[in-house]
């Protein structure tokens, strides 16, 4: 039995990944450097599915039909090139090479190139929606050489998410994004923004708790009715779980971690992206430099006792507060997603890329991170004018902006007030605990990679299988 695809990569998204391709009736063969990782997932989780394991990439590449197919989902960087170099000898004209990690675009303009001249093809593909969309339908966004669409469509579009979600007939969360680092620069795009939704969230987890005193349980409350409403959203949903889950001794897991958030560094990339096509992006930034802030957990405790502030309670009343905030949290989202369009329009337009802008916005409605009903409008948005200069200028967006106005300015003056940060607003440094303890249990949530306790010392890592179907597998390295 040959297999459909090869994989090389048994971390969090390469195992479950590979079970989904082989839910969908494909025979998937597996590489990991470490090579008890195969044994062990051919004999644990894999077990008595169509997935081959194989000790040496020479194995796996004999184990593939032609035109072979060999997905990489490695640490992104000099491991990606080290594997294109060891593969090229052992494959022939027409094979494919895949990255589906989280790759730097200019890396795959610069591998596509490279591949090609040795007669390959080269895709470099984001994938999106952690451990369980990669089990249960990711959004995927392949770009590279265009003749290796229709060699990896039919895996692809089959294991991705589909809209309406759990229609197996539905649209798939996945198609051709464009040339070479296409696909890599708009799954770089959706991390950004993702980077923005999480700080937005945690802005308001902060606003709630400290400066309305809400507990936990009641600030579950209020996640699972926005949840409910026009902030739909998986990070909103996450977010509520994350305040209501208790570990075995009944305690709140989120008060306990560290409020030092990690990063991948695709919001860093996202950021000096925008800095070179000369392209606003200022809520993303600054949701990229809070997590560095955030990594001063010693530097601010000095900070906290040295430099005086206001207490940080909000002298408003809670329900009107509550439903201003909600109108903030959906404004500044706006805004978000329209920076990072307007990223994605300049770069298009510089590398010669025909992005679909409102087909990128299909490809997030469903199994990646940063999905929500929200990215319904944005499609329609593009499809009514797809021209579309800023989505601030569309009907639907102007409306919710203009309408969300005075309630999103009573926030931002209340929070200055209280001296509680919001997104480009002071008192971050000097504050001793800040809202990264609930970034970094998002991260774990969808991403398993792990989190710091304040309870421990510096330097342990945790884990929390927060949906009882994650496992004990781990991304291996916090800033991952």
């Not at 680092?181 to 700080?199: L, P, R």
Request: net charge negative; proline share 4%.
């Amino acid at each position: 039995m040959q297999a459909d695809i090869g994989l090389i990569g048994l971390a969090v998204m390469g195992q479950n990944l590979v079970m989904n391709m082989a839910d969908h009736g494909f025979t998937v063969a597996v590489f990991n450097r470490t090579t008890s990782v195969v044994d062990e997932f051919i004999a644990g989780p894999a077990k008595g599915m169509s997935i081959i394991g194989t000790h040496s990439l020479e194995e796996l590449v004999a184990n593939l039909k032609r035109p072979r197919r060999v997905m990489m989902l490695v640490k992104a960087g000099q491991p990606v090139d080290s594997f294109i170099e060891k593969l090229i000898p052992l494959l022939e004209p027409g094979d494919i090479i895949i990255d589906g990690g989280n790759s730097n675009y200019e890396d795959s303009i610069r591998r596509t190139a490279h591949v090609e001249s040795h007669g390959l093809l080269y895709i470099g593909t984001g994938v999106s929606g952690g451990e369980e969309g990669a089990r249960l339908g990711p959004s995927i966004m392949p770009g590279g050489s265009p003749a290796a669409w229709p060699a990896v469509k039919p895996i692809f579009q089959a294991v991705a998410a589909k809209v309406p979600e759990g229609d197996p007939n539905g649209e798939p969360c996945c198609d051709w994004v464009g040339e070479n680092g296409a696909g890599h620069f708009v799954k770089m795009v959706h991390n950004g923004i993702e980077y923005g939704d999480m700080q937005l969230i945690g802005e308001a987890y902060q606003l709630m708790k400290e400066g309305l005193g809400l507990t936990n349980d009641e600030m579950s409350d209020v996640f699972a009715a926005w949840n409910r409403g026009k902030l739909e959203s998986y990070l909103i949903e996450i977010t509520r779980d994350i305040l209501a889950f208790r570990d075995e001794q009944g305690q709140h897991v989120v008060d306990y971690i560290l409020d030092s958030a990690g990063q991948k560094g695709t919001g860093k990339w996202t950021v000096i992206s925008a800095l070179d096509q000369g392209t606003p992006l200022t809520l993303v930034s600054e949701a990229v430099f809070a997590r560095f802030l955030s990594s001063l957990v010693d530097e601010r405790a000095a900070a906290a006792k040295a430099l005086g502030g206001p207490a940080g309670q909000l002298a408003a009343d809670r329900a009107a507060f509550l439903a201003d905030l909600e109108e903030a949290v959906y404004a500044s989202k706006i805004v978000s997603y329209a920076q990072g369009y307007m990223l994605m329009g300049a770069a298009a337009q510089a590398y010669g890329w025909k992005l679909n802008l409102g087909g990128i916005a299909l490809m997030w409605r469903g199994g990646c991170i940063i999905r929500s009903v929200f990215l319904g409008k944005i499609k329609e948005a593009y499809e009514a004018d797809p021209a579309l200069p800023n989505l601030l200028l569309a009907p639907y967006f102007q409306e919710a902006v203009n309408a969300a106005g005075d309630a999103w300015r009573r926030v931002v003056a209340a929070a200055v007030a209280a001296g509680i940060p919001v997104p480009a607003i002071f008192d971050g440094y000097r504050r001793e605990r800040l809202l990264a303890n609930m970034t970094q249990a998002q991260r774990d949530y969808f991403g398993a990679h792990t989190y710091e306790r304040t309870d421990r010392p510096r330097g342990q890592f945790f884990h929390t299988n927060w949906t009882g179907r994650g496992g004990d597998i781990t991304a291996r390295t916090y800033q991952a």
